[in-house]
T-cell receptor, first 113, second 114 residues
């Protein structure tokens, strides 16, 4: 059974800092890994999708890496802004057990002006 | 393209009542999923449709939950009768192999059972 853990659970940083969110998973037989953002009372917005054969993906100030063999992914946010404040969720799609995403509990990020 | 649409956005019902949630996936997405997040827990898978067929319903909590996807378009999730522990946010998502099964989620339905 795939288990996804996100560290830290909460993070507060001043505006302008670079930061790293961590995600680990127990079963390396994955199809892809997706990072989402959730704003309070809103749905999930997909940020980055990394296929199992890829090492990283970049979008603007966001960079996600994947090390499948060690069961880890990181989401790097450069030059953080108050608008980045949200909950960030990591989700893994296994390659051997259907198409159900396995989610971590998320990291709640607060970027202060 | 239009995103995944869920209705209603909020629902407050009494214990024992019935509630039906609706999801309209992105047009052309054969895969439709229901997920749920209860307070303090991670988002959990409920079930997966491929077109109108249930591919995987291993996450459905019990037989008070019934999901349908008539004609392989929109889907409904009915809870009957609702219990207090059913409160949470119900998310719908869709995906297509063209996008390497990257998920697109709806905004969710916040269900409160009192």
């Amino acid at each position: 059974k795939q288990e996804v853990t996100q560290i830290p659970a909460a993070l507060s940083v001043p505006e302008g800092e670079n930061l790293v969110l961590n995600c680990s998973f127990t079963d390396s037989a994955i199809y892809n890994l997706q990072w989402f953002r959730q704003d309070p009372g809103k749905g999930l917005t997909s940020l980055l999708l990394i296929q199992s054969s890829q090492r990283e993906q970049t979008s603007g100030r966001l960079n996600a890496s994947l090390d499948k063999s060690s069961g880890r992914s990181t989401l790097y946010i450069a030059a953080s802004q108050p608008g980045d404040s949200a909950t960030y969720l990591c989700a893994v799609l296994n390659s051997n057990s259907g198409y159900a995403l396995n989610f971590g509990k998320g990291t709640s990020l607060l970027v202060t002006p | 393209e239009a995103g995944v649409t869920q209705f209603p956005s909020h629902s407050v019902i009494e214990k024992g009542q019935t509630v039906t949630l609706r999801c309209d996936p992105i047009s052309g997405h054969d895969n439709l999923y229901w997920y749920r997040r209860v307070m303090g827990k991670e988002i959990k898978f409920l079930l997966h449709f491929v077109k109108e067929s249930k591919q995987d319903e291993s996450g459905m909590p019990n037989n008070r939950f019934l999901a349908e996807r008539t004609g392989g378009t929109y889907s409904t999730l009915k809870v009957q009768p609702a219990e207090l522990e059913d409160s949470g946010v119900y998310f719908c998502a869709s995906s297509h192999r063209r996008s390497n099964y990257g998920y697109t989620f709806g905004s969710g339905t916040r269900l409160t059972v009192v």
